[in-house]
């Protein structure tokens, strides 16, 4: 059976944990975005993705799932372990000296769940659109997933993948855009203005819809399946997903200054007492 929603929000609550220790434990990496898109993780996971008992990379009939902003790798590499790829310890060597689980999600170490590298931005579309055309070729109904930055965008491989996408009828795909309008340098129109994302992908023949309350469970819930009864109509579906980056950690939030920087002992206590434990800590 599928969780509902408190278990979900219980599961969101603890990922949020392993997030703040984790980054805290190196001193290094994202908190801030992998707070934003937790609740979005939790749910496609838990919730929304068909998926087989255990891993391999052929993802033959089963949904597949492509982070291609990899930095938010650790709310990714949480949200893995809790979904029973990995061991839950494993979470403890995040950005250590050969651990599986490096700054950005690589493939080479094996670990479940990773099927491509992603320290570079810009690139997880165009993996997914090859995904997907495969899953056409294979007679394959499951469907692809994306999640990308809204910085991300301009990275202009984007637009070509988002050009082909639409013009190979590629609609077995959801790129899901997390909208949180900040990126390490500032806000996202601070840096390069962007305009109106949904009436670019529009304009490059995307079908779109917009989830405003991204860090609501029901709600992600609610647009999800309004994104996957679109498949399959001749068009990639696009998901513009509005999140608060730091989201549950009240400093974290209406700042981009999180985005890449480590809490100290201080602020973790302080995060995590707005966390309290709810299936146990690794």
């Given at each position: 059976?599928?969780?509902?929603?408190?278990?979900?929000?219980?599961?969101?609550?603890?990922?949020?944990?392993?997030?703040?220790?984790?980054?805290?434990?190196?001193?290094?990496?994202?908190?801030?975005g992998s707070l934003g898109c937790t609740e979005f993780l939790v749910t496609l996971?838990?919730?929304?993705?068909?998926?087989?008992?255990?891993?391999?990379?052929?993802?033959?009939?089963?949904?597949?799932?492509?982070?291609?902003?990899?930095?938010?790798?650790?709310?990714?590499?949480?949200?893995?372990?809790?979904?029973?790829?990995?061991?839950?310890?494993?979470?403890?060597?995040?950005?250590?000296?050969?651990?599986?689980?490096?700054?950005?999600?690589?493939?080479?170490?094996?670990?479940?769940?990773?099927?491509?590298?992603?320290?570079?931005?810009?690139?997880?579309?165009?993996?997914?659109?090859?995904?997907?055309?495969?899953?056409?070729?294979?007679?394959?109904?499951?469907?692809?997933?994306?999640?990308?930055?809204?910085?991300?965008?301009?990275?202009?491989?984007?637009?070509?993948?988002?050009?082909?996408?639409?013009?190979?009828?590629?609609?077995?795909?959801?790129?899901?855009?997390?909208?949180?309008?900040?990126?390490?340098?500032?806000?996202?129109?601070?840096?390069?203005?962007?305009?109106?994302?949904?009436?670019?992908?529009?304009?490059?023949?995307?079908?779109?819809?917009?989830?405003?309350?991204?860090?609501?469970?029901?709600?992600?819930v609610a647009g999800m399946t309004d994104a996957k009864s679109?498949?399959?109509?001749?068009?990639?579906?696009?998901?513009?997903?509005?999140?608060?980056?730091?989201?549950?950690?009240?400093?974290?939030?209406?700042?981009?200054?999180?985005?890449?920087?480590?809490?100290?002992?201080?602020?973790?206590?302080?995060?995590?007492?707005?966390?309290?434990?709810?299936?146990?800590?690794?």
């Amino acid at each position: 059976m599928k969780p509902n929603t408190q278990q979900l929000q219980e599961l969101t609550v603890q990922v949020r944990r392993d997030i703040l220790r984790m980054v805290h434990a190196v001193n290094s990496g994202h908190p801030g975005g992998s707070l934003g898109c937790t609740e979005f993780l939790v749910t496609l996971y838990q919730h929304l993705m068909t998926r087989k008992e255990g891993f391999d990379m052929d993802g033959i009939n089963e949904d597949v799932f492509f982070l291609s902003n990899g930095h938010i790798s650790p709310v990714f590499y949480s949200v893995l372990a809790r979904s029973g790829y990995f061991p839950v310890s494993e979470l403890a060597t995040f950005r250590l000296l050969n651990s599986r689980l490096q700054g950005h999600p690589t493939t080479h170490e094996g670990l479940p769940g990773i099927r491509m590298a992603s320290g570079s931005l810009g690139q997880g579309l165009s993996v997914a659109l090859g995904t997907a055309q495969v899953k056409k070729l294979n007679k394959d109904l499951n469907l692809v997933y994306t999640l990308h930055g809204d910085g991300e965008l301009q990275e202009g491989q984007n637009w070509e993948a988002i050009m082909y996408a639409s013009a190979k009828k590629v609609d077995n795909l959801i790129a899901t855009v997390d909208v949180n309008g900040k990126q390490i340098d500032g806000t996202t129109d601070e840096v390069l203005y962007m305009g109106s994302l949904k009436a670019k992908f529009e304009a490059f023949g995307w079908d779109v819809l917009e989830i405003k309350e991204g860090n609501n469970i029901e709600a992600i819930v609610a647009g999800m399946t309004d994104a996957k009864s679109r498949t399959g109509k001749g068009k990639p579906v696009c998901v513009l997903l509005y999140t608060e980056m730091g989201n549950g950690v009240d400093f974290m939030m209406h700042t981009h200054a999180w985005h890449g920087k480590a809490p100290n002992d201080e602020q973790l206590a302080n995060a995590l007492a707005q966390n309290p434990v709810t299936l146990g800590d690794y």
